[in-house]
């Protein structure tokens, strides 16, 4: 019964964009990947990728989480794991994506100390540090402050361009460097909005098959930002 809740709660990660081939290492992300490739040499039961929208700390989470084969589960679906499952899981690598939207204070504190009593290891990804999370329980408060935050940043422009012309691609698209270039002045900051150009340049490339590359990137950007 415990395992047929656990496969009733986790939830698949999209392999396409989530894997490690499609991780890109920069400056930005260095100290995190090191962190997390050097984990299991550190006596850290918990860590937290900390990093606003679009930083890429879901691709980090579900890169480790497939290499560790770790239990996936989400904060709506915590409070209603029956704690025998919850047990079950926590004597291996559990990660838990959006760790700061979860609202039930004593799941979460079941979680942390089923971790340290299995010797498991938690991985969190949210977007403020957990001594900010509106956490009321005296010992759940205390636990959350003493977790290890690694910090995620907005990528810089060489990984963005980076991340263009792999999305481009993949989807047998070509996107010159003038052309990414062109695309980064106007581009938003985030590994989402490189998903969300490709969209629309594909789109307007069905619309558009004869169209060179630049006024394809150019009417996609318009669509995206018109405002800009």
């Not at 098959?209 to 930002?225: D, E, F, I, K």
């Amino acid at each position: 019964m415990a395992s047929q809740s656990l496969d009733q709660m986790r939830l698949p990660f999209a392999q396409s964009s989530h894997d490690r081939e499609n991780l890109i290492i920069s400056d930005e992300n260095r100290d995190v990947h090191q962190a997390l490739e050097g984990w299991d040499g550190r006596p850290d039961p918990y860590l937290v990728l900390v990093g606003g929208h679009g930083t890429g700390k879901s691709h980090f989470g579900a890169v480790w989480a497939s290499e560790a084969g770790a239990a996936r589960i989400v904060p709506y679906s915590l409070a209603d794991l029956p704690l025998d499952a919850l047990s079950d899981i926590c004597g291996a690598a559990v990660f838990l994506d959006d760790a700061d939207r979860l609202r039930d204070e004593s799941a979460l504190f079941h979680l942390l100390n089923l971790i340290v009593q299995k010797k498991g290891r938690l991985l969190m990804t949210a977007q403020t540090v957990p001594s900010l999370w509106t956490a009321t329980l005296p010992d759940l408060v205390s636990r959350l402050a003493a977790i290890r935050c690694l910090h995620l940043r907005q990528p810089d422009d060489a990984t963005l361009s980076e991340l263009l012309r792999r999305a481009a691609s993949r989807r047998g698209l070509a996107l010159d460097d003038a052309t990414r270039k062109v695309i980064l002045t106007r581009m938003e900051r985030s590994f989402d909005a490189v998903a969300s150009f490709i969209d629309a340049f594909d789109g307007e490339l069905t619309r558009r098959p004869g169209a060179s590359p630049s006024t394809l990137a150019r009417r996609a950007m318009a669509a995206l930002y018109p405002e800009r």
